[in-house]
């Protein structure tokens, strides 16, 4: 277990409060987890990158009693035209990553 969750974990206990996530999510690059907040245009496009952060998040925090959920950054209304394999950025719209969201949402 890291430090960061270790210290929500603390927090959580201390104030007798669940931790629900208002934004998470990572960019379809490869090390998109090293740098989770970075928006810049660079990085190789990698959808297992992507799949593999959100597996290791939702692992780590979806069955964890202190942690209700959270928002997905990024999903667009128009479905049919978001994302895709060419798109570097947060959604995991017509990406490799929806199916593990739709995994973890529906278990």
């Not at 090390?31 to 959100?54: F, I, K, M, T």
């Not at 597996?55 to 049919?80: C, M, Q, T």
Request: aromatic fraction near 16%; charge should be positive.
């Amino acid at each position: 277990m890291g430090p960061h969750k270790e210290k929500m974990d603390s927090i959580s206990n201390s104030f007798k409060r669940l931790i629900v996530f208002t934004e998470y999510g990572y960019r379809s690059i490869s090390d998109c987890a090293v740098r989770p907040w970075d928006y810049s245009e660079g990085g190789r496009q990698d959808e297992h990158a992507q799949q593999l952060a959100l597996r290791a998040f939702y692992k780590i925090f979806w069955s964890d009693e202190n942690y209700v959920g959270g928002f997905l950054w990024k999903w667009y209304p128009d479905h049919v035209k978001a994302g895709g394999p060419k798109n570097k950025m947060f959604t995991v719209q017509n990406k490799r990553a929806e199916k593990t969201v739709k995994e973890f949402y529906l278990n």
